[in-house]
């Protein structure tokens, strides 16, 4: 048996390309894009500037005349007379003015009674009155008469003293009688209610026919003369006007009434009255502690020096119970400004534009203050200054500001 024996090549092993070839790409592209990463041109750094705020500005400049202090209060009468009756009667006539608004002049006779019975009542007194002047007279020739008959030694004294008696009774009788006559008189011109003064009427509560008795109020009436307006003011605004307490402005030597004026809206006009300070009441209101002032308007029904922002045919009167813008004239305090309410930060400091454009916060003196205006004290402040009236966000004493457009445009609040 022979034994075949066969040569057999060896082979090597062969190596995958494809198994290595995706991760190899990735691999050059991570590597090309931090090459492209870092060698590309880097951009110049460049600072940017912080924006200036855009404010607006007002210029200030001393104000002139005195701080004008304002008020309101209701419009009322400064005497209010309620017309009784004084007799009974009953009412025969009544003036066709006496009704709610209705105007009336001095002497004339509002409410008019039944006159028969107090004509009755007087012809009696007058006629008792007769009697006891012929008593009187008899009893003095009584009197006389005796006193020849005693001389002559007719009678005896106890006589005189009779007559005496008669004659003095007679004479009570007689001051008696024209007591009554005067009483009667009187009931007469009471029976006729005539107007004290010239005047308008409030209410009224009586009709011919009518019985009324003593005391039973006919009407509420009022003088035409003078209205009056009761302003309250607190200690502050009071210090800012004059003499209050006697109603003058200015020295012992040169005073004159303290001014106002009375302003009531009527539609789209604003109607003014001229006014001055009459008196300050007695007392503090307990509860605001405020100080009520009386300002008086004469001749109230007199043509308004209308102030219209639209014209109109007419204007009314002042009336009773108007609710009244009151502005009242004070004094000088020294130099102050008006500015922009709005402008007054904190209550006590402004911003005040500098010539180099730069903010700057001063403290300031607050004199007085309405809902849109401030008036404040110049002191330490220069005489006239650009007074900053727009917000600032953050305001530093010192930053750089810039102002509105020529054209006025209203600037976006700063940053």
């Known amino acids: 048996m022979v034994a075949i024996c066969h040569d057999r090549a060896v082979t090597p092993p ?58 309101s209060g209701l419009v009322k009468p400064q005497h209010e007379l309620v017309i009784a009756a004084e007799v009974s009667g009953r009412v025969q006539s009544v003036h066709p003015q006496l009704v709610a608004g209705g105007q009336f002049s001095s002497g004339q006779a509002l409410v ?17 009155r007769s009697s006891a002047q012929a008593n009187l007279r008899l009893a003095e020739q009584l009197y006389t008469r005796t006193q020849e008959l005693i001389a002559k030694g007719f009678l005896s004294k106890q006589t005189l003293d ?11 009788g007689l001051a008696r009688a024209q007591a009554l006559v005067d009483s009667r008189q009187i009931d007469m011109n009471r029976s006729q ?5 010239t005047g308008i009427v409030l209410s009224q509560r009586v009709s011919p026919g009518e019985i009324v008795q003593p005391g039973r109020e006919l009407a509420r009436v009022f003088p035409s003369s003078r209205l009056e307006v009761t302003v309250s003011l607190t200690d502050r605004e ?46 503090v209101d307990p509860t605001t502690r405020t100080f009520n002032l009386v300002v008086a308007v004469d001749n109230p029904w007199q043509a308004a020096a209308m102030k219209a922002v639209s014209t109109a045919s007419s204007s009314p009167p002042l009336l009773v119970g108007m609710y009244a813008q ?27 534009l500098s010539e180099d454009k730069a903010l700057q916060i001063r403290p300031v003196s607050l004199l007085y203050e309405t809902e849109q205006t401030a008036y404040i004290a110049l002191d330490g402040l220069p005489s006239r200054f650009q007074l900053i009236t727009s917000d600032i966000r953050v305001a ?10 020529p054209d006025n445009r209203p600037p976006r609040p700063a940053n």
């Open 14 to 71: 062969r190596i995958s390309f494809k198994r290595w070839l995706i991760p190899g790409i990735l691999a050059l592209g991570v590597l090309g894009f931090v090459l492209l990463n870092v060698l590309k041109p880097r951009p110049a750094v460049q600072s940017t500037a912080k924006p200036v705020p855009l404010v607006q500005v007002e210029a200030v400049s001393p104000a002139a005349g005195g701080i004008r202090i304002q008020g």
């Open 112 to 128: 008019v009674l039944d006159p028969a019975p107090f004509e009755a009542a007087l012809s009696q007194a007058l006629a008792e």
């Open 162 to 172: 009779e007559r005496t008696s008669q004659r003095d009774q007679a004479a009570a």
């Open 193 to 197: 209610i005539v107007a004290p003064f």
């Open 238 to 283: 009071i210090a800012l006007l004059g003499d209050v307490w006697r109603g003058v402005v200015g020295t012992t030597t040169q005073t004159r009434k303290i001014s106002a004026e009375v302003i009531i809206r009527y539609g789209a006009q604003l109607l003014r009255w001229p006014a001055r300070v009459d008196r300050v009441e007695a007392a």
């Open 326 to 352: 009151v502005e009242i004239e004070g004094l000088r305090p020294g130099p102050f400004a008006k500015i922009p309410r709005k402008a007054l930060r904190d209550g006590q400091r402004i911003w005040i």
């Open 396 to 405: 530093v004493d010192g930053m750089a500001l810039r102002t509105a457009d």
